[in-house]
C-alpha cells in the first residue's frame, strides 16, 4: 500500500511554455502532498507543501506566480510550471502524507520523479 | 536548514555490513530520526525510523545513541542494489506539516 505516481515521468519542452505534472496517491486519501525540486548533484529542496482543498504554502525564495499547485482532489496534485526556461529543467518530486484510514499517519510516500528538460 | 551532519561519501564491500553515521546533536525530545534512500534519478524511499530505541526491520537496523545525539543505520549484508544516498533526518512525528527537510546524505557505494 502507500504507492504515489506521477506523470510524466520525464518531459521535454521549449522555452516559454508551461509545463504541468499530476502526482496522484493510489491507494489512499492524501490529505497532505509536497512538491521537491532536485538539481543534479544536489538534495531535495522542498518547494511547497498543499492540503486538499487550500492554497499551498511555498518555501521562502519559491514563485508562487510560476509555481502553481492545485491539490482539488484527497488523489491529486498538481504541479504547473509556468513559461518555463533552462534553468527550471531539474528533477520534480512529490511525496504525499495523510491523517485519515490505514496508512500510517503523517508519513511522507514519494513518488518516483519528474524528469524536466527546458530547451 | 538540515539538522543532521553525515559524511558525503562511503565505500562498503559487496555482502558486508554497511555502517553509516548521522549527528544530530540537538535534535528535541519529540524528534524522531528517519532515514530515507534515494538511488540514482528516483524518488527517495522509506527505509526506518526510530524516537529513542534501537529499531530494526526487513531493509535495517538503527541504533541511536543513550543521549540521542547521533546514530548508525546498519545495512547487514549490502548488496550492489544498495548503492544510492542515504538521507538522515530529525523531524516531529505529528507537528509542522509533515515537513521533511533534506541535507546532503551519505553518497554510498557497495562495491563488488
Not at chain 1, 504515489?4 to 509545463?19: A, D, E, L, R, Y
Not at chain 1, 490529505?31 to 499551498?56: D, I, V
Not at chain 2, 546533536?25 to 524516537?51: A, M
Amino acid at each position: 500500500g502507500a504507492v504515489v505516481s506521477q506523470h510524466p515521468s520525464w518531459v521535454i519542452c521549449k522555452s516559454g511554455t508551461s509545463v504541468k505534472i499530476e502526482c496522484r496517491s493510489l491507494d489512499f486519501q492524501a490529505t497532505t502532498m509536497f512538491w521537491y525540486r532536485q538539481f543534479p548533484k544536489q538534495s531535495l529542496m522542498l518547494m511547497a507543501t498543499s492540503n486538499e482543498g487550500s492554497k499551498a504554502t511555498y518555501e521562502q525564495g519559491v514563485e508562487k506566480d510560476k509555481f502553481l499547485i492545485n491539490h482539488a482532489s484527497l488523489t491529486l496534485s498538481t504541479l504547473t510550471v509556468t513559461s518555463a526556461h533552462p534553468e527550471d529543467s531539474s528533477f520534480y518530486i512529490c511525496s504525499a502524507s495523510t491523517s485519515i484510514g490505514t496508512v500510517p499517519y503523517n508519513e511522507q510516500f514519494f513518488g518516483p520523479g519528474t524528469r524536466l528538460t527546458v530547451l | 536548514d538540515a539538522k543532521t551532519t553525515q559524511p558525503p561519501s562511503m565505500d562498503c564491500a559487496e555482502g558486508r555490513a554497511a555502517n553509516l553515521p548521522c549527528n544530530h546533536s540537538t535534535i528535541s525530545g519529540n524528534e524522531y530520526v528517519y532515514w530515507y534512500r534515494q538511488i540514482h534519478s528516483q524518488g527517495p524511499q522509506y527505509i526506518i525510523h526510530g524516537l529513542k530505541n534501537n529499531e530494526t526491520n526487513e531493509m535495517a537496523s538503527l541504533i541511536i545513541t543513550e543521549d540521542r545525539k547521533s546514530s548508525t543505520l546498519i545495512l547487514p549484508h549490502a548488496t550492489l542494489r544498495d548503492t544510492a544516498v542515504y538521507y538522515c533526518i530529525v523531524r516531529p512525528l505529528y507537528n509542522q506539516g509533515g515537513k521533511l527537510i533534506f541535507g546532503q546524505g551519505t553518497e554510498l557505494s557497495v562495491k563488488p
